[in-house]
């Protein structure tokens, strides 16, 4: 066994050269604008290659900022979306458009405690992710790893909210359409992904998936209503 790093020639501590791990830290935790525009544009030219290096790199700091980006695109969505629902509302029960404008929406009530829960919530999917892959799966994974997985990864659904709020104005059934294909989309990136964040078999992958998402709905429909 070589006793020596091969790329930079030092002396090898554990089997790791602490020089070059050193690097690859510093090099995932600086944000550089021009590297964040390049993981963007690849998830739409190269999904698969974008997701597979940003989480090889462990780049946690562009992962942040794309969950922060659509931990606020989701708020905004929310906030538009409750002034359209409420004049759909009033115009297909035949109230008076008077009363819809008279109604005071509570936007920045709204739109705070959405960004806060999905910044909640992509915190606790992936705990959820890592413990049932790791623990349950016997995996090779970290909870950084899985805050990247997601990260790079939300890129998807955020283009599918900006698109969702746009056609909001033109047209419901577009939007809608345009909405589920998003989401399917997404979906489908971050299944074909997320055996580069985990080393699982491939073969369980469903299984975690549908144990996360069984967990999410319970706390969804069971736990959250009996706190609040």
């Known amino acids: 066994m070589a006793k020596f790093c091969t790329k930079c020639g030092s002396k090898l501590v554990d089997g ?19 590297e ?7 998830m739409f030219t190269k999904p698969i290659d974008t997701i597979k290096e940003i989480i090889e790199t462990e780049n946690i700091t562009i992962a942040g900022i794309l ?22 509302f009033t115009s297909a029960s035949g109230l008076s458009s008077l009363l819809s404008s008279s109604i005071e929406i509570p936007y920045a009530r709204i739109f705070f405690t959405t ?9 606790i999917v992936a705990g ?13 994974s970290s909870y950084k790893k899985m805050i990247t997985y997601l990260g790079i990864t939300s890129t998807i659904l955020t283009a599918t909210v900006l698109g969702t709020i746009v056609l909001m104005y ?3 059934q577009l939007m809608i359409l345009f909405l589920l294909c998003g989401i ?3 979906n489908v990136y971050m299944i074909q ?17 549908g144990i996360v998402y069984l967990i999410i709905l319970i706390i969804t429909m069971f736990i959250l209503p009996a706190i609040f």
């Open 16 to 34: 790791k050269c602490p020089k070059c791990e050193n690097k690859a830290t510093e090099v995932a935790t600086t944000f550089d604008f021009n």
């Open 36 to 42: 964040l525009l390049t993981a963007v544009k690849g």
């Open 67 to 88: 969950i922060a980006i659509n931990a606020v695109i989701i708020a905004l969505f929310c906030c538009l979306g409750s002034k359209e629902l409420i004049g759909l």
């Open 115 to 123: 960004l806060i829960i999905v910044l909640v919530t992509y915190a």
């Open 128 to 140: 959820l992710f890592y413990l049932v892959s790791d623990k349950l799966f016997h995996g090779n």
């Open 170 to 172: 033109v047209s419901v």
């Open 184 to 186: 399917t989309i997404s």
């Open 193 to 209: 992904g997320f055996q580069y964040a985990t080393d699982i078999d491939k073969n369980k992958v469903g299984y975690t998936y």
